[in-house]
C-alpha cells in the first residue's frame, strides 16, 4: 500500500544512547515532517523538509537532527537520548500541487528513554 | 500567529446518533485552510474532512460535514449516525495558503467515545 512508513514502531532507549528513526514515503510527495506527540501537548513540530537536500527547525528542535538526502525519506536522529524526549514520534508528508492537500501520516514510533 | 482551541478534550455520543466537536481559531489571515483528523487508538492519524476559506459551502464526506463561520472563526465537526469505529481523538488543524512552508497549527485534540 502506497503510503508512509516509519521504523522502528517501538524503541527502549537508555539516557545518552542515540538513534535513527526512519520515515519513507512512496507518494512522490515534496514535504515531509517530523512530530511528536505528548499527552495533553497535542502534535508538536520537531522538524521539516520542503524537499531533497532542505531540512528546517519546528517548534521543538532542540535535541533531535534530520536529513532528507533522498526525496523519499526523512531521518529523525536522537544524538544523546534524554527521558524528556519519551514520546510519539509522527512523520507525515503531503504534496505541494494542491493547497488543500492533507497530511498523510505514518503510525507512529513510540519511544521510551530510561 | 495563528492558534486552534478546541475546548472540548472529552465528548461521549451514544451510537446512531449525532455529535458535534468544536474548534475555533484566531488569525488574521483571510485565505487558508481548515482541516479535521481523527486518531484511532491504532494510532494513525486520518485526514477527515477538508475546508477551504472562500469557499462558503461547508464541506461533506458522508456521515460527517462542517460548520464553517469564517467571521465567527469556527469550523465544528458533525457526525451522523455514530459509529463505534468514530471513537477516537479528533484533531483540528489550519493551514495558512500564504508562505512556503504551510505548517500546520494544530489543536490539542478532542477525545469521542461512543457508547453502544
Known amino acids: 500500500n502506497a503510503g508512509v512508513t516509519q521504523t522502528p514502531k517501538f524503541r527502549v532507549l537508555k539516557t545518552g544512547q542515540s538513534m535513527t528513526l526512519l520515515c519513507a514515503q512512496d507518494?512522490?510527495?515534496?514535504?515531509m515532517y517530523w512530530y511528536r506527540q505528548d499527552p495533553g501537548m497535542g502534535l508538536r513540530l520537531i522538524h521539516y523538509s520542503v524537499g531533497e537536500g532542505t531540512t528546517a527547525k519546528g517548534e521543538v528542535p532542540d535535541g533531535y537532527n534530520v536529513s532528507r538526502l533522498k526525496k523519499q525519506n526523512f531521518l529523525l536522529g536522537l544524538e544523546s537520548a534524554a527521558p524528556s524526549q519519551t514520546s510519539v514520534y509522527f512523520c507525515?508528508?503531503?504534496?505541494?500541487?494542491?493547497?488543500?492537500?492533507?497530511?498523510?501520516f505514518g503510525s507512529g514510533t513510540r519511544l521510551t528513554v530510561v | 500567529a495563528q492558534t486552534v482551541t478546541q475546548s472540548q478534550p472529552e465528548m461521549s455520543v451514544q451510537e446512531a446518533e449525532t455529535v458535534t466537536l468544536s474548534c475555533t481559531y484566531d488569525t488574521s489571515e483571510s485565505d487558508y485552510y481548515l482541516f479535521w483528523y481523527k486518531q484511532p487508538p491504532s494510532r494513525q492519524m486520518i485526514l477527515v474532512i477538508r475546508q477551504e476559506a472562500y469557499k462558503q459551502q461547508n464541506a461533506t464526506e458522508n456521515r460527517f460535514s462542517v460548520n464553517f463561520q469564517k467571521a465567527a472563526k469556527s469550523f465544528s465537526l458533525k457526525i451522523s449516525d455514530s459509529q463505534l469505529g468514530d471513537a477516537a481523538m479528533y484533531f483540528c488543524a489550519y493551514r495558512s495558503a500564504a508562505g512556503n512552508n504551510r505548517k500546520l497549527i494544530w489543536g490539542l485534540g478532542t477525545s469521542l467515545a461512543v457508547n453502544p
Open positions: 507525515a508528508s503531503r504534496t505541494d500541487r494542491y493547497l488543500i492537500a492533507g497530511y498523510t
Open positions: 507518494m512522490n510527495h515534496e514535504y
